[in-house]
C-alpha cells in the first residue's frame, strides 16, 4: 500500500509535505464546521436570522427549530431560505416576509437547488440550505486543484488564498451565494479549458441565476484572439444565450410579483471609485477605535491592500489570451463602480462580491521569488480568516451543577431568558457579553416543581457613570454606583429560583450612549454570566 501511495505521489507531482498541508486546511475547516452544529438546530446558526424579523417570517418558517440571533436584524440568507420554501413565489407571505421580493427572487438558483435537496419539506429545505454552502466549499477546493495541484507551496498559498479568503468564510459563515457562485464561475472556465465550449456556455449562463454579476464570468468566452471576426460572431452568441435564463425569469417575476424592488440595491453602485475612496476615508476615521475585541478597520484595510494590489496586476498586466484574465478584468471593472452598500461596514462585501477577481489573480500571478510579495499581498485577507470563521458565540451565560438539578422530570431545564432590550452575545476568546440599551431584565426559567438556591455572577461594566439596580422577582437585592468605563464583580450568593419564570431588573438612571463609533446606544454590559445551581429546597410544611 505504502508502494503504491509513493507511486501516485511520484506520477502526478505531488509534494507529500505540501499535501499535508492541503489536508491539515482541510481538517481545519471540518473541525470548524462542527463548532458551528447546534443541537436540535442544526448548522441553522449560518442563516443568521435575526429576532428583529421573527413576526413577518413565514408560518411554515416560524413552525421550525432553528438558531435566531437576539436584538439582531439578520442577515440575507433568511430571506433567500424562505424564498427556498417556494421557490414559485405563489405563496403570498412571501411579499411580507422579504424586505424585498422582486430584488431577492432574481437570485432563484440556490433557493430552488434547496427545495430540491430538501424534497419540499420545509425543516429539511432549512438544512439543505445551510449545506448548500459546505458542499459547495469542498466542491471549490477539489476544483482548484486543477491549477494549484498540491506540488509546492507557491500553490498551497493561492489554493489556501482562495479556500480561506475574507470572501469565502464569509459566504460560508452566513449560508450567503458568494461561494456556490465562485464553484460555478470556476466550473465553467474548466470545462471551457476542456475545450467543451456549449458545456461553458450553460453553467456560466445557469450561474446568472445565482447572482446577476455572475454573468461577467461571460468575458471568458470572448475568443483568445482579438481580431477574429467569425469567433466573436460565435461569442456574442454565446453570450447573449448566458443572459436568457435570468432574462426569462425576471419576466417570471414581474408576471408573479411584480416588478418593483424598492431602493434595495440603489446603492450597491455609484461614480467610478467614488465608494472605494469613502471607505479609505472610513478606515481612517475609525483607526483610533482599534482594540483586541474590534480589530474591524484592520481587516478592513487588508481588504483594501488586497483588492487594490489585485485590481493593479490584472489592469496593468493585460493578458487577452487568458480567459482568467477576461474574467478578472470584468470584475476590476466591476470594483470602480461598487458604491457603498458594498463597501461599508468592517470588513465589507466587496471581497466576497469581487472572489472572481481574487481566483484570477491567483491563477495568473507567475510563480517565481520576484512575484512572492504581491502574490502574498494579494491573499492577505488569510489573516482574517480566524475572525471570519469564529464559531458561535452561544446563549450569553453558563449553568452549572448536577444533572438532577439543571434538568427537570418533564424533560425540561433550567434556561436565562433575555429581554429584547439586550444586544446579541459578543465573545472575544473565553469571554462573552451582551450590552444593554437601557433598562433589561433576564428570566431565569426553573422546570422543576420545587425552589433552586443558587448563585448568580458576572462582570458588570458601564460606558459612563451610572448607577444600576438589580431586583429579583420584585425585591431589591443588589445596587452599585460606576464611575466611566466602570467594572465591578458581582456575586448573587443566594438567589432562590421558585417553580417557574423568576425575573431578574436591571434598571440604570442614565440614558444610553454610544461608544466611539459604535451605532448602537449602550448602557451596561453584563459579561461571563453564570448561574451555579446548589441544591433543591425542601418544600414548606402546610401550615
Not at 468605563?485 to 434598571?507: H, K
Amino acid at each position: 500500500m505504502r508502494g503504491r501511495i509513493q507511486n501516485y505521489l511520484r506520477n502526478h507531482n505531488i509534494n507529500p509535505r505540501v499535501g499535508l498541508g492541503y489536508a491539515a486546511l482541510v481538517v481545519l475547516f471540518v473541525w470548524t464546521l462542527a463548532q458551528f452544529h447546534i443541537p436540535g438546530k442544526g448548522l441553522s446558526y449560518l442563516i443568521a436570522f435575526g429576532a428583529n424579523q421573527e413576526s413577518a417570517r413565514l408560518s411554515k418558517v416560524r413552525k421550525l427549530d432553528y438558531y435566531v440571533a437576539r436584538g439582531s436584524d439578520g442577515y440575507d440568507a433568511q430571506y433567500y431560505v424562505q424564498i427556498a420554501m417556494d421557490p414559485s413565489l405563489q405563496n403570498r407571505e412571501l411579499r411580507h416576509a422579504l424586505d424585498s421580493l422582486p430584488y431577492r427572487a432574481r437570485r432563484i438558483l440556490f433557493s430552488a437547488t434547496a427545495f430540491v435537496l430538501g424534497l419540499g419539506r420545509p425543516e429539511w429545505i432549512l438544512h439543505a440550505f445551510a449545506l448548500q454552502n459546505v458542499l459547495s466549499w469542498f466542491l471549490l477546493a477539489g476544483l482548484l486543484l486543477h491549477w494549484f495541484p498540491p506540488r509546492s507551496w507557491d500553490n498551497f498559498v493561492r489554493w489556501a488564498g482562495i479556500m480561506f479568503s475574507f470572501g469565502v468564510c464569509v459566504s460560508f459563515r452566513n449560508a450567503l451565494f458568494d461561494g456556490p457562485s465562485l464553484l460555478l464561475v470556476a466550473f465553467g472556465v474548466y470545462l471551457l479549458e476542456k475545450g467543451r465550449l456549449w458545456a461553458a456556455t450553460a453553467v456560466l449562463a445557469l450561474s446568472g441565476l445565482g447572482k446577476e454579476t455572475n454573468l461577467l464570468g461571460a468575458a471568458a468566452l470572448a475568443p483568445k484572439i482579438p481580431g477574429d471576426g467569425r469567433a466573436w460572431g460565435l461569442a456574442v452568441v454565446r453570450g447573449l444565450l448566458t443572459v436568457v435564463p435570468l432574462a426569462l425569469w425576471m419576466l417570471y417575476i414581474a408576471s408573479t410579483v411584480g416588478g418593483q424592488a424598492g431602493d434595495l440595491g440603489v446603492r450597491n453602485f455609484d461614480l467610478p471609485f467614488a465608494a472605494y475612496m469613502r471607505k479609505w476615508h472610513e478606515i481612517a476615521d475609525g483607526w483610533g477605535d482599534i482594540s483586541v475585541v474590534s480589530a474591524g478597520p484592520l481587516w478592513s484595510l487588508l481588504m483594501m491592500v488586497v483588492l487594490t494590489v489585485q485590481f493593479l496586476y490584472l489592469v496593468l498586466r493585460p493578458q487577452w489570451s487568458r480567459a482568467w484574465w477576461r474574467i478578472g478584468l470584468s470584475f476590476a471593472l466591476l470594483m470602480i463602480f461598487l458604491g457603498d452598500a458594498v463597501w461599508e461596514g468592517y470588513p465589507g462585501a466587496a471581497s466576497r462580491v469581487l472572489l472572481p477577481m481574487q481566483l484570477a489573480f491567483n491563477i495568473l500571478v507567475p510563480t517565481g521569488r520576484a512575484w512572492w510579495l504581491v502574490l502574498v499581498l494579494g491573499n492577505l485577507t488569510l489573516l482574517v480568516a480566524p475572525a471570519a470563521l469564529e464559531s458561535p458565540t452561544g446563549e450569553g451565560y453558563v449553568i452549572k451543577g448536577r444533572g438532577e438539578l439543571v434538568y427537570g422530570r418533564a424533560g425540561g431545564k433550567v434556561t436565562i431568558d433575555f429581554s429584547d432590550t439586550w444586544y446579541p452575545v459578543e465573545r472575544h476568546n473565553n469571554d462573552y457579553w451582551c450590552w444593554s440599551a437601557g433598562d433589561a431584565a433576564l428570566t431565569l426559567h426553573n422546570p422543576h416543581p420545587v425552589s433552586l438556591r443558587a448563585r448568580l455572577r458576572f462582570l458588570l461594566t458601564v460606558n459612563e457613570r451610572r448607577s444600576v439596580r438589580l431586583r429579583v422577582n420584585g425585591a431589591d437585592v443588589w445596587a452599585t454606583e460606576l464611575g466611566s468605563s466602570g467594572t465591578v464583580n458581582v456575586v448573587l450568593g443566594e438567589v432562590v429560583l421558585q417553580p417557574g419564570d423568576n425575573a431578574i431588573d436591571f434598571s440604570t438612571d442614565a440614558p444610553p450612549s454610544r461608544i466611539g463609533n459604535d451605532p448602537r446606544l449602550l448602557a451596561f454590559r453584563v459579561q461571563n454570566l453564570r448561574l451555579d445551581l446548589q441544591q433543591q429546597l425542601p418544600v414548606a410544611p402546610p401550615e
